[in-house]
């Protein structure tokens, strides 16, 4: 029987993404014990393989990405997606286990070798995390959606989700899509609500504003762009 106060978030993800873990997990803890009154004790592993996942009977949490897809432009798309599916099946075979995938932020560098590649490579596999929630149940986390609001601009990242900005933004994403969906074994569900509405007034730190100069537009006017969304203001 899981122990209410306290548990641990399993992770197969890559080295940068790490710290987007431990945001989250540090969100979730603080969310919950400020919510409950009482101290909530969430601790986090970073398995090098789905071998080495905690076996344990009981409710399990486990965050996984597919970050380290994008630059495996050279495997031909059907077997990419043949492996994931193989991969998916054997995680989400344990009954108890929520499993998550976050979607890949659409932006890539272009001075990344095969960065066209890469960014048709990022759109097939978000499609594919949408469909394995559909078929296996697999829990997605929106972080396209939630950080493209913000901008990689401002977040001075790509996909890949290097640096602080992206890291804590992306941890906020993670803790909300938990306390959503997947921690009923684990917390109590009204507690889980009033975490959330706290945890969403949470801003994640971003690039300041005045690092970021205007695109001049001839004599009359300049383009602004924030969040991935551009306005012309004329003088």
Request: aromatic share 6%.
């Amino acid at each position: 029987m899981a122990e209410f106060n306290r548990f641990k978030v399993q992770a197969l993800v890559t080295p940068d993404e790490r710290a987007a873990v431990c945001n989250a997990v540090e969100l979730l803890a603080r969310g919950l014990t400020l919510v409950d009154k009482v101290p909530w004790t969430l601790e986090y592993a970073f398995p090098a393989a789905p071998a080495g996942l905690d076996q344990s009977p009981g409710p399990s949490i486990v965050i996984t990405s597919l970050i380290d897809e994008v630059g495996r432009v050279e495997e031909p798309w059907p077997d990419c997606e043949a492996r994931l599916r193989l991969r998916y099946q054997e995680l989400t075979a344990h009954p108890e286990r929520a499993v998550y995938i976050g979607t890949l932020l659409r932006y890539v560098q272009p001075d990344l070798p095969s960065a066209p590649a890469r960014l048709t490579r990022i759109r097939r596999l978000n499609l594919l995390a949408l469909n394995l929630s559909r078929e296996m149940g697999v829990l997605v986390a929106d972080i396209d959606r939630d950080l493209a609001d913000i901008g990689a601009r401002n977040l001075q990242t790509d996909y890949r989700l290097q640096g602080p900005y992206a890291s804590q933004a992306a941890g906020k994403s993670l803790a909300m899509t938990m306390l959503l969906v997947g921690l009923d074994d684990l917390v109590p569900f009204e507690l889980q609500e009033a975490a959330r509405r706290l945890v969403k007034t949470f801003l994640p730190p971003q690039v300041p504003v005045s690092r970021h100069k205007p695109d001049i537009i001839g004599n009359f006017g300049y383009r602004v762009t924030a969040g991935g969304l551009s306005q012309i203001v004329m003088k």
